[in-house]
């Protein structure tokens, strides 16, 4: 086993990382930025080094300015987290030409996952499911109008050198098909360099479901179930859950015999995830993410067993340690993603301080925070503060939890987006286990002023907590959004005459 690694990350999975670290015994590395130098990360790490200014270029994003910290700490290996650096082959290859282990899979398996065409000929040969279309670049318009007539309209042009979202365009007849293809080459030159483009059957009301994997140098491959990932917006996950509502065991079994195929085509080595939209009771292979996801911990809860530790051991050269009839998967879980964003101002992030912090616990409750009270959320990256994760012996339990521990959780400084998510956890549909990836745009007008009661709350919460005005009305405020605890016991540390009258609790 490792006695030292690396974490070239920063926030809640830098941390998630050094907790499996030190489980095994191993030593941590923080690298940070200039905007970085007092986040919790750099805090808990054994030992961290300065990477450079706050850009991600210049700093998380800078290959040499991080192998140059991993051979002076003289750590055996690196972890990449999610984002920066986690999809990069190239990075993988240079951290193990430096001499160092990559806490992830072989480079190869990256590299082919990354260009969408390339997946999809793979898949095609491996036997996965696809969505119908073309495994072939589009060459020009006459060839795209064919294939489209083929499979039929609505279709979809998508960039090869995309993934999570970027460079997708819709048509729904042969004008807009001309129009798009121009423009997906554009946006996908642009924004990838690469304007290979390809077309495909466009699902209208999809499923985002994905299969967790994880194998080993060894040839053992086994899959960790489902997750239901549909509640995003633009193309940003907000809330996720383990099985998903519609799982069955027949289904689950199916959709992971897919996702080992998928894994076994690219001699995959680590913990990876197998992207799926399903629809109409068929589910066709989507992407695959060749890393440790945000959303792992879903899986943890369900199946109880520690994907990050796993990836280590992994890449330490270990055995899987169980087969997949080892694997059972027992109660409900579900992740929502705390983020400093407006969601009533197009969820913009809004970075800041955080002025006064408190995290829920409690019975299911598991917190995976980037934060402390005093932290600062810098501008400069994905602005996710914490996952708050809650599990259950079933869905109702779990919600019933996720909604009693945002109901606890305060962050005073930023605008967060608790607010919408307890909107959402009280929403029928969501309750009902009726979603799929237009959740939000559909349901927002609904969702509006539930949000808006809920971040009035979080505003008089703010005055009562961190100003102590104590005007009559605030007060009053406050205590119809059920505040009275907190203005009850700052009156009492300030000695100050209530101005009103609170209920005795016996
Ligand atoms: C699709 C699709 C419908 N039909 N492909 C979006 C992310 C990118 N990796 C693939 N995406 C989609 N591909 C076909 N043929 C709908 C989406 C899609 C989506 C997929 C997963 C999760 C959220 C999504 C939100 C919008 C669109």
Request: glycine share 8%.
């Amino acid at each position: 086993m490792f006695n030292k690694v690396l974490i070239a990350n920063r926030g809640e999975i830098a941390i998630r990382i050094i907790r499996a670290c030190w489980e095994l015994g191993i030593k941590t590395v923080a690298v940070y930025s200039e905007a970085d130098k007092r986040s919790l990360h750099v805090n808990l790490a054994d030992e961290a080094y300065y990477i450079g200014p706050a850009p991600a270029p210049k700093s998380y994003l800078n290959i040499d300015a991080i192998l140059h910290i991993a051979e002076k700490a003289k750590v055996d290996a690196i972890h990449p987290g999610y984002g920066f650096l986690a999809e990069n082959p190239k990075f993988a290859r240079a951290v193990k030409k430096a001499g160092f282990e990559f806490i992830g899979p072989n480079p190869n398996a990256i590299e082919a996952m990354g260009s969408k065409i390339n997946a999809k000929k793979i898949m095609k040969k491996a036997g996965v499911p696809l969505i119908p279309g073309s495994d072939k670049p589009i060459e020009d318009l006459d060839e795209a109008i064919e294939i489209a007539k083929s499979i039929g309209f609505p279709v979809v042009v998508k960039a090869s050198a995309g993934g999570g979202g970027m460079g997708m365009s819709v048509a729904y007849n042969e004008e807009e098909l001309k129009e798009v293809i121009e423009s997906a080459k554009t946006i996908a030159q642009n924004a990838f360099g690469d304007p290979t483009v390809f077309i495909e059957k466009y699902l209208e009301n999809p499923r985002h479901i994905e299969i967790q994997l994880l194998a080993d140098r060894h040839g053992n491959i086994i899959h960790l179930g489902d997750r239901e990932c549909s509640i995003q917006r633009r193309h940003q996950k907000l809330i996720e859950e383990a099985p998903s509502p519609i799982m069955t065991e027949e289904l689950r079994e199916r959709m992971g015999e897919a996702a080992i195929k998928a894994g076994k085509a690219i001699n995959y080595d680590s913990a990876g995830t197998v992207e799926f939209l399903y629809q109409d009771g068929n589910f066709y292979f989507l992407e695959m993410n060749t890393r440790i996801q945000v959303e792992h911990t879903v899986t943890e809860m369900i199946t109880g067993i520690d994907i990050v530790k796993e990836m280590i051991k992994i890449a330490a050269g270990e055995e899987l340690s169980y087969n997949q009839e080892d694997i059972e998967f027992k109660g409900h879980a579900i992740e929502c993603r705390i983020n400093a964003e407006d969601p009533l101002n197009e969820f913009v992030p809004c970075p800041g301080k955080i002025k006064l912090y408190r995290s829920p616990g409690g019975p299911g409750v598991r917190l995976d925070s980037g934060v402390c009270g005093g932290a600062e959320i810098p501008p400069y990256y994905d602005p996710l503060i914490s996952k708050l994760i809650t599990y259950g012996r079933d869905r109702k339990e779990a919600i019933a939890r996720m909604r009693r521990a945002l109901k606890e959780y305060v962050i005073v400084g930023v605008k967060t987006n608790i607010p919408f998510h307890r909107a959402v956890l009280e929403e029928e549909d969501f309750i009902k286990g009726n979603i799929n990836t237009h959740y939000v745009e559909n349901k927002f007008d609904k969702l509006k002023d539930k949000i808006y009661k809920y971040e009035l709350e979080a505003r008089d919460l703010y005055s009562v907590l961190s100003e102590r005005v104590f005007e009559k009305s605030k007060v009053i405020a406050a205590v119809s959004g059920g505040l009275s605890m907190y203005i009850s016991q700052i009156v009492r540390e300030n000695g100050e005459e209530s101005p009103i009258k609170f209920k005795e609790n016996k």
